[in-house]
Nanobody
């Protein structure tokens, strides 16, 4: 099996910064894209940022210039540096990874359980 565990969420004032981390563990052969999504009650899950194994990145327009996604392939870890946070960034942030497990030819998507980010005004 594969597990994704997020950390780094918390309460921060508007204009502040947080750094989220997500580490994948288990029977991993390789990881393709990794990404961060966020969700608030009553709204659909929203893509925040993604990064390929080669380092190509993609961001939601709402976070461009403020958030930076990066990854450490040796540690199976993806990061999200969030600067200039706004109250509208308040959400549960979830990690997603496209993983090929050892002994399996298919790639499947796995999700973490989320870490809460709250930005006060």
């Amino acid at each position: 099996q594969v597990q994704l565990v997020e950390s780094g969420g918390g309460l921060v004032q508007a204009g502040g910064s947080l750094r989220l981390s997500c580490t994948a563990s288990g029977s991993i052969f390789s990881i393709n894209a990794m990404g961060w999504y966020r969700q608030t009650p009553g709204k659909p899950r929203e893509l925040v940022a993604t990064i390929t194994s080669g380092g190509s990145t993609n961001y939601a327009d709402s976070v461009k210039g403020r958030f930076t996604i990066s990854r450490d392939n040796a540690k199976n870890t993806v990061y999200l540096q969030m600067n200039s946070l706004k109250p509208e960034d308040t959400a549960d942030y979830l990690c997603r990874a496209e993983v090929r497990r050892i002994g399996v030819t298919m790639t499947n998507a796995y999700w973490g359980r989320g870490t809460q980010v709250t930005v006060s005004s």
